[in-house]
């Protein structure tokens, strides 16, 4: 299927490595032009490099943390610089440290919010100027299954995430007539650094086994795997393109059957 992406404009948070890295590939890969972004300069020239290299589009890094909204406009900023436009947003960053009701204080939720919660509301209302000028938009916020079902020990998550979700929902209604698009991806477990270290952390905890804790993982999930970064990112690009033209205010969990919900 053509996707209908060649030659727009995708700005990409959180993506000099895992989730954001891989969804900023594949958007090159269907012909966009990309500004990748994530906290480390270093990391995300080279991650630049590489996409560029294996897809012939433009990659351009700009690094900035997306808890600030000072940042944010910054990089909504530096992508219609660079390009004269932008198109489609991803909303990400990485995910809030484990832990359950005696581990945080009230910092901790605040830190949690700004970087899950605030970082989409700051990119999207940065965004969205340059996209109702053009009548074209596409809003995608990565989240967590955890917005369909909590995730045991991870309450800061659980916490600041489903936030996005009422969002997002709340702001579809009001930019679809502007042709905006606004959706979640909601990720069950797929294979990333940040899924690893939840992994290793789990298994210091328990006095296990890395391989026992994804035994455990696994066991929970119909699709009987762990998914791979770029099945993720076939969702986002689908949800980025043109040819979801009349989807708007869904939360599509990615996930390989891991969430009982109906919905
Ligand atoms: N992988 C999964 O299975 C899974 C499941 C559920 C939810 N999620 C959530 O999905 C998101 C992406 O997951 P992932 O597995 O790709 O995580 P990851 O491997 O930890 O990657 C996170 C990315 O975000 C960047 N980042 C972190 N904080 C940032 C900030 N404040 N501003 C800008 N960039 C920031 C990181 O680079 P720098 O450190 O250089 O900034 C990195 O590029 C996370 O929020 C994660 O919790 C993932």
């Avoid at 690893?196 to 696994?218: D, H």
């Avoid at 099945?231 to 390989?256: C, K, M, P, R």
Wanted: aromatic fraction near 4%.
């Amino acid at each position: 299927m053509d996707l209908g992406l060649k030659d727009r404009v995708a700005l990409v948070a959180g993506a000099s490595r895992g989730l954001g890295k891989a969804v900023a590939e594949r958007l090159a890969s269907e012909g966009a032009d990309v500004v990748v972004n994530s906290r480390s300069a270093r990391v995300l020239a080279a991650t630049a490099d590489e996409i560029a290299r294996r897809t012939g589009r433009r990659i351009v890094p700009a690094a900035g943390d997306v808890s600030s909204q000072e940042q944010c406009q910054a990089l909504v900023e530096h992508a219609v610089g660079e390009f004269g436009r932008l198109d489609i947003l991803v909303a990400n960053a990485g995910g809030p440290p484990p832990g359950g009701v005696d581990d945080f204080g009230p910092a901790a939720y605040r830190d949690a919010l700004e970087v899950n919660l605030m970082s989409t509301v700051q990119l999207t209302l940065a965004a969205l100027p340059v996209m109702r000028k053009n009548r074209w938009g596409r809003i995608v916020a990565i989240t967590s299954v955890s917005v369909k079902q909590p995730i045991n020990g991870l309450l800061l998550s659980n916490t600041a995430r489903p936030g996005v979700v009422g969002f997002i929902k709340t702001i579809s209604r009001d930019l679809a007539a502007d042709g905006i698009l606004c959706n979640v991806v909601a990720p069950g477990y797929i294979h990333t650094a940040r899924v690893e270290s939840l992994v290793a952390g789990q298994a210091e905890a328990r006095g296990v086994s890395r391989e026992e804790i994804l035994e455990g993982m696994t066991a929970n999930i119909p699709a009987g795997r762990i998914g791979r970064p770029s099945e993720f990112a076939n969702a986002v690009a689908f949800l980025a393109s043109e040819s979801a033209s009349y989807i708007t205010g869904h939360t599509l969990q990615v996930d390989g059957g891991l969430v009982q919900g109906l919905l």
